[in-house]
């Protein structure tokens, strides 16, 4: 039987080399922290009304003088879910411009690339051009630092919660037996008031939870361990009963906290490769968003209107 709250391990803490490589044809996502612009933006409104005003049911757009197929349009439409179909052509036609654009540098190059597992011949000479073509600045030990002093609270050790509790199931979607399964509750925290030691006596009568067979221990909790919305409330609970039951999608729960760890500080030391990782990955992805407005800004597009770069733009 599952546990009400939603994690897996009854009274064992809760119930409960290369650069990556470019996914073509998708829309290179920028970093908001360093780049607010994406990497192929449409002029505004302008892109899906030039599309829906066409008489054809697919726009006739062509890069360089290749024309995009409407049967490629068709096939990548299910990789762009938007609001409306005219929106979701825009973003397929978009991408296989992107897509027609780095095959046609690689074909200029002439690069011949020997696939390593997993990849596919296609993607395997666009992560050689974007080696290739892309220059980066590596983040440095300045800028690591500062990172980490800066966000500080990011990198701090998970906190831990010790806990017990007493499932009260019922569905989440019949409002009356909520309504009675609180009623019923609201009678046994009372008794835990005037009584605190039946906590587990009371755990093994009502409780819906396999953990019951522990007295509702559910051992030490980190976030992530349990559904939610019982661990947002769990978290902010101090150690002993909590007055009032809580309640998630499983019914009503009462709790105690018998113990709470609070995170600490992780040293710079500790999470420099990390944070070294991830700057490099966000002046990456700057890069290839620039890198494709280049491409943009220098071919002939005929039939969909996005915004390019004439002259690079990484510094």
Known sequence: ??????????????????????EVPAQTP??????????????????????????????RVRVNGVAIAPEAIAQELQYHPADSRD??????TQALVVRELLQ?????????????????????????????EVQLPLADDVACRQFYYSNSQRFRSAPLVAARHILLACPADDADARGETRELALGLLEELLQAPQRFAELARQH??????EQGGALGQISKGQTVPEFERQLFRLPAGLCPQPLESRYGFHLVTVDQRIEGEQLPYEAVATAIRNELNQRVWQIGVAQYIKGLIGAADIEGIHLQGADSPLLQ
Do not use: D, F
């Open 1 to 22: 039987m599952a546990c009400g709250c939603g994690g897996a391990n009854a009274g064992q803490g809760g119930c409960g080399g290369h650069q990556p490589a470019v």
């Open 207 to 212: 409780s819906a939870c396999p953990s019951k």
């Open 87 to 92: 929106e979701a052509v825009y973003l397929a």
């Open 104 to 132: 046609q540098r690689i074909g200029e190059l002439g690069l011949l690339v020997r696939p390593e597992a997993g990849e596919s011949e296609e993607e395997a000479a666009t992560r050689c051009l974007i080696e290739q």
């Open 30 to 59: 920028a970093v908001r922290e360093v780049l607010p612009e994406p990497a192929v933006e449409a002029a505004p409104a302008a892109g899906p009304e030039l599309i829906a005003s066409s008489e054809q049911e697919w726009p």
